[in-house]
C-alpha cells in the first residue's frame, strides 16, 4: 500500500492502495465515483477515459501512482450542470442509447475541442477511433460533436469560458 | 412465443412493491426514496403531493428508448405534465405480467394498448376526484397538463392534490382510448428522459452498485465448455494484497477482495487443474464437419409449399450455394455483473437483466426461497442484445453471496464475456433453386444445419428457419429442412436470432437468381413481393430514396436487401466501394414500415444502432473454437465496428396505420445481404460466408 495525493475533479484526493492499482479501479471502488467505466482493461475501447492534466487517458491502465501530483477530471468533474459544450450538445442531439459508452466519448470528444476547436470529420476519426460503441451512436457523435464546436466557439466568442 | 395474459384488474391495481420508498444506495444518493407522500393510481402511475407524477417502467432499458417510449404510451393518455415526470424501474410484480422482461422487440407492442390504459385509468380517477372535490360531474371536468379544470367555472385542481382521493377511487372499468388524430405526444419526438444522467456520469448501471461491506468477486470458469474444477489450490490468490477469501462454487473457483482489481489478480494467482469433459476437442473444424455431414441427410420440414423435387428436376436453369456463418459473441458494452446479498430469509439482487421474472426466478432457486422472497434491483443495462436474457450471471452472484454473507458484487471481465457467452449459433445451409425459361423462380429448396436453443417443435427449432422458412416471395414450390446440430457451445438469443444469419444468406441467394435470371434484383424481388404489400412498399421507398438504377459516382456499387421479422418491414440499399483491399460502406438507405410510429427519432435511432451491429459481424465478428475453448479473449481479437467505419445511414419511415411493430432488430438482417450484394455487384465474386474476408475483396 502506498499513500497518494492527486487533484480529483479540482479538489485533493488522498488514497491509500497498491501504487500499481489502475486508476479506473481506484475511481469506481475506491473513491465510489462509477461514471467512469469497464469496458475492456486493456486499452481496447476507451470506455474508461479520463483526463489526466488536460490528456485523454485510459484509466484502466494508468497505475494509480503515476497521476501523483496530477490533475485528474472524469466524466463527474466535467461540469456541474451539464454546461460543458460536449455534454450540451450531446444532450441536444440525444446521443447516448444505452449510455455505457458515453462517459468515455464525452471525455475523449472535450479533450479534441480542446485541442482542435473547429475538428474536421477526419479530426473526429481520429480522435474518436479508439472508443468503442457497441450501440451504434457514432453517426450522432459526428453531429454532436460539431455542434459542441459550434458552441464552444460561441461561448468563447461571447466571453464567457 | 409467450402471450401474455393480464385481467386487467389485477393489472391496474396491483402493487408496484415497496421500491418506491425502499430503493436505497448509500453512494448514489440522488436514487434516494421519493420523501413526499405518492398515491399509487395503478401499478404504472404514481402521482407525489408535489405533482411529481413517478412512471413505472417495467421493462428494462438498454439502450432501445423504452424509458422514453413507454412514458409516452402512459402520458399520452394521463395528459400530465411532461416535464415533471420521473421514472422508476420496478420490482417483479404479476401486474406486469407472467414474464418481466425485454425481449424479442416486443416492447411497444405489449405495452401499446396496456399502457394507454393505464395512463387513462389514472386520468380518470384523477378526474372523478376532482368532480367529487366541487361536487359536479364528471363531464364538467377535463384534464390537460397535470390539472383538471372545472370547464364551467375555470377552477383548477393539480393532480398533486386529488392523487390522495383519487387513489381511494375504483378502477374505472370502460376507457375509451384517444383516437390516433387526438395523440399530442405519440409520433412526436421529445428528448430522451433518460439522456441527462448518460452525460454526466450519473446513471447507475449494475456494475455501478455499491452497498457497505459489498466484497468484490471475480470467478474462474473452466476454459472448455462443459468443464469442471479437478483440484485447486488458493494460497497465492489469498497473499495478493487485498484479497479476502477464495470459495467454489459450481461454476468454477470465485475470489472476493475489497475491490474488482485486487479479485481479478487473486484469480490469476489461483492454480487450478480442470477436468476439461467431453468438449476438449472440439475445434471450429470439427464443428462445421458435424454441420456438413448432417446437411448431407433430409431433415425437419419447416415449410413446404408446391412440390420441389419435380420443380428443381424441370426447371430451366438450377443454382445451388451453400452459405456459411460463425458463432458470434453479444459484447455488450457494460461487462456482465450482479450484486447479490442473501440473508437467511429473503435476497436481493441488483442486476442490469433483460428478464426480471428469470432473474427473480434464478435467485430463488440457487437459494431455496420462496420467488416472493427476492426481490429484483432493476439496474440501466449497458446492452443487451439478448446477452441479459440469460440469467447465468446472476445465479453465479447469488450462489457466491449465499456462500460467504454479505453484499457481494460479481464482475465479469471482458474475457469471462467473450469466452463464456452464449453465442449466436453457427449454421450452414444449402440453397439450390430453379429457374423457368423466362428467368423466373419456380423452386426453393433450403437445408439449414445449426444448433437449436428455442425449443423442438416436429423436430425444428423457429429460431434456426425464421429468415428462411417464413420468406414472403411468392415461389410455387419451397421445401425448407432443419437439423438441430448440437455442437457444446452454448447458443442463445443475439439481436434479431434466426434472422441474423438467414436473412443474409436467403438475400444473399435471391440476388444469385436474379443474376442467373438476368433479372435486376430490385425487378426480382418486386415481382416476386406482389402479394406482400407492406414488404413491397418498403423496398419500393428504400430503392427511390437511394436512387436504385441511377448512376453512381465511379468506383461506387449498389446492393439491396429486404428482412421482414418482428411484426415489421425492412428494405435497405447499401453503398460501397472497395480500393486497395478495403471495403467501404459509405451510405445505407433503409425504409421501414414498423406501423404507428410511438417516438420516430427513437426508430431512427434503432436503426441506425441495428446496422452497426449487423455490420459489425458483416465485417468482423467470428467466435472460433479450438481445444473446446473459444479463441477470442478481448476486443483486439473480436473486433467492431468504429466510428471512422460508420457509414452514413438514412432512415425512411413508410407512414402506416398498423398497429405497431418492433424495431430493435429490425435493421440487423438485411445489412449484410445489402453490403454482400454491393460486393458481388464491384467484384463479380460472391461472398456465401461471413465474416466479408480480405480475400473476399479481390
Ligand atoms: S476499459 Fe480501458 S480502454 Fe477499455
Ligand atoms: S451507447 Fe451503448 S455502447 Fe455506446
Redesign the interface.
Known amino acids: 500500500m502506498a499513500a497518494i495525493e492527486f487533484t480529483l475533479n479540482g479538489k485533493i484526493q488522498k488514497v491509500d492502495v497498491p501504487s500499481h492499482m489502475p486508476l479506473l479501479w481506484v475511481l469506481r471502488d475506491t473513491i465510489g465515483l462509477t461514471g467512469t467505466k469497464f469496458g475492456c482493461g486493456m486499452a481496447l475501447c476507451g470506455a474508461c477515459t479520463v483526463h489526466v492534466d488536460g490528456q485523454p487517458m485510459r484509466s484502466c491502465v494508468t497505475p494509480v501512482a503515476s497521476v501523483a501530483a496530477k490533475h485528474v477530471t472524469t466524466i463527474e468533474g466535467l461540469s456541474s450542470d451539464h454546461s460543458h459544450p460536449v455534454q450540451r450538445a450531446w444532450m441536444e442531439e440525444d446521443v447516448p442509447q444505452c449510455g455505457y459508452c458515453q462517459s468515455g466519448q464525452i471525455m475523449t470528444a472535450a479533450a479534441l475541442l480542446a485541442k482542435a476547436p473547429n475538428p474536421t470529420d477526419a479530426d473526429i476519426d481520429e480522435a474518436m477511433h479508439g472508443i468503442i460503441c457497441r450501440c451504434g451512436t457514432y453517426q450522432s457523435i459526428r453531429r454532436a460533436i460539431h455542434l459542441a464546436a459550434e458552441y464552444r466557439a460561441a461561448s468563447v466568442k461571447g466571453g464567457a469560458v | 412465443m409467450i402471450t401474455q395474459k393480464i385481467d386487467r384488474r389485477s393489472f391496474l391495481k396491483a402493487g408496484a412493491g415497496g421500491l418506491l420508498l425502499g430503493f436505497y444506495l448509500p453512494?448514489s444518493g440522488r436514487l434516494k426514496a421519493q420523501t413526499n407522500a405518492a398515491s399509487k393510481l395503478n401499478a404504472f402511475v404514481h402521482v407525489g403531493s408535489d405533482d411529481t407524477v413517478t412512471l413505472f417502467i417495467h421493462m428494462a432499458?438498454?439502450?432501445?428508448?423504452t424509458v422514453t417510449s413507454l412514458s409516452m404510451l402512459l402520458a399520452e393518455e394521463l395528459e400530465c405534465d411532461w416535464n415533471k415526470i420521473r421514472t422508476e424501474f420496478p420490482g417483479v410484480d404479476r401486474a406486469y405480467g407472467p414474464l418481466q422482461g425485454v425481449f424479442g422487440s416486443r416492447s411497444i407492442r405489449t405495452s401499446w394498448e396496456p399502457l394507454r390504459k393505464a395512463g387513462a385509468s389514472a386520468r380518470e380517477m384523477l378526474i372523478e376526484a376532482a368532480a367529487e372535490n366541487w361536487g359536479v360531474g364528471r363531464d364538467q371536468c377535463r384534464a390537460e397538463n397535470g390539472v383538471v379544470i372545472n370547464t364551467a367555472t375555470n377552477a383548477r385542481l393539480s393532480y398533486g392534490r386529488l392523487a390522495e382521493a383519487a387513489a381511494k377511487l375504483p378502477v374505472p372499468s370502460n376507457i375509451t382510448l384517444k383516437d390516433p388524430k387526438q395523440f399530442r405526444l405519440i409520433g412526436t419526438s421529445p428528448?430522451?428522459l433518460?439522456?441527462?444522467?448518460?452525460?454526466?456520469?450519473?446513471?447507475?448501471?449494475g456494475?455501478?452498485v455499491?452497498l457497505p461491506g459489498m466484497q468484490?468477486a471475480v470467478i474462474a470458469r473452466c476454459p472448455v465448455f462443459g468443464g469442471k474444477v479437478a483440484s485447486f489450490d488458493a494460497a497465492k490468490a489469498k497473499a495478493v494484497?487485498?484479497v479476502k477469501q477464495v470459495v467454489e462454487i459450481s461454476n468454477g473457483i470465485a475470489v472476493l477482495a475489497?475491490?474488482?482489481?485486487?479479485a481479478?489478480e487473486g484469480r490469476r494467482a489461483l492454480q487450478i487443474k480442470w477436468d476439461e469433459g467431453a468438449n476438449a476437442n472440439a475445434s471450429s473444424a470439427s464443428i462445421r464437419k458435424l454441420f456438413v455431414d448432417l446437411a448431407e441427410k433430409p431433415g425437419a420440414t419447416a415449410r413446404k409449399e408446391g412440390d420441389v423435387e419435380p420443380a428443381l428436376a424441370g426447371a430451366a436453369k438450377r443454382i445451388e450455394a451453400v452459405y456459411e456463418a460463425p458463432y458470434l459473441a453479444h459484447?455488450?458494452?457494460?461487462?456482465l455483473n450482479c450484486v447479490a446479498h442473501v440473508r437467511p430469509d429473503g435476497c436481493e439482487v441488483w442486476a442490469s437483466t433483460q428478464i426480471q421474472t428469470a432473474a427473480r426466478g434464478v435467485a430463488a432457486k440457487v437459494t431455496g426461497l420462496a420467488p416472493e422472497k427476492v426481490q429484483v434491483h432493476t439496474m440501466?443495462?449497458?446492452?443487451?442484445?439478448g446477452r441479459r436474457g440469460g440469467s447465468d450471471y446472476i445465479g453465479e452472484a447469488v450462489e457466491v453471496a449465499k456462500a460467504v454473507g454479505g453484499p457481494v458484487k460479481l464482475?465479469w471481465?471482458?474475457e469471462d464475456d467473450l469466452q463464456h457467452d452464449m453465442y449466436r449459433p453457427a449454421s450452414y445451409s444449402r440453397f439450390a433453386a430453379g429457374l423457368d425459361s423466362d428467368g423466373w423462380p419456380v423452386a426453393w429448396f433450403t437445408r439449414i444445419a445449426c444448433p437449436s436453443f428455442g425449443g423442438l417443435q416436429n423436430g425444428v427449432d423457429r429460431t434456426g428457419v425464421e429468415g428462411v422458412a417464413d420468406i414472403l416471395y411468392g415461389i410455387t414450390n419451397i421445401l425448407v429442412e432443419y437439423h438441430a446440430a448440437d455442437a457444446g457451445i452454448p447458443v442463445s438469443y443475439w439481436r434479431s436470432v434466426g434472422y441474423s444469419q438467414n436473412t443474409f444468406f436467403t438475400e444473399s441467394f435471391v440476388d444469385e437468381l436474379a443474376v442467373a435470371g438476368g433479372k435486376d434484383p430490385l425487378e426480382l424481388r418486386r415481382r416476386l413481393l406482389a402479394k406482400s404489400p407492406r414488404m413491397l412498399g418498403a423496398l419500393e421507398l428504400a430503392a427511390a430514396k437511394a436512387g436504385w438504377g441511377q448512376p453512381l459516382p465511379h468506383g461506387r456499387f449498389r446492393g439491396i436487401a429486404v428482412t421482414n421479422n418482428i411484426g415489421s418491414f425492412n428494405a435497405q440499399v447499401a453503398e460501397i466501394s472497395v480500393s486497395q483491399g478495403k471495403l467501404r460502406v459509405h451510405r445505407v438507405v433503409c425504409a421501414v414500415d414498423c406501423g404507428q410510429v410511438v417516438n420516430p427519432?427513437g426508430v431512427e435511432?434503432q436503426i441506425?444502432?441495428?446496422?452497426?451491429?449487423g455490420l459489425t459481424a458483416a465485417l468482423k465478428g467470428a467466435i472460433t473454437i479450438d481445444r473446446g475453448r473459444v479463441q477470442q479473449q478481448?476486443?483486439?481479437q473480436y473486433d467492431?465496428?468504429?466510428?471512422?467505419e460508420?457509414p452514413?445511414?438514412e432512415v425512411h419511415l413508410v407512414p402506416s396505420q398498423n398497429a405497431p411493430g418492433g424495431i430493435g432488430e429490425s435493421s440487423t438482417p438485411g445489412i449484410a445481404p445489402a453490403v454482400a450484394n454491393a460486393l458481388f455487384a464491384a467484384t463479380g465474386k460472391r461472398v456465401r460466408r461471413l465474416p466479408i474476408r480480405p480475400e473476399d475483396l479481390v
Open positions: 453512494e432499458e438498454m439502450g432501445q428508448g428528448k430522451r433518460d439522456t441527462p444522467g448518460k452525460v454526466d456520469g450519473r446513471t447507475l448501471f456494475i455501478d455499491r468484490y494484497e487485498g475489497d475491490n474488482t482489481w485486487s481479478m459484447a455488450p458494452m457494460e461487462p440501466y443495462l449497458g446492452g443487451g442484445f464482475t471481465s471482458r427519432r435511432q441506425q444502432s441495428g446496422i452497426v451491429f478481448n476486443f483486439h467492431v465496428l468504429r466510428i471512422d460508420m452514413h445511414v
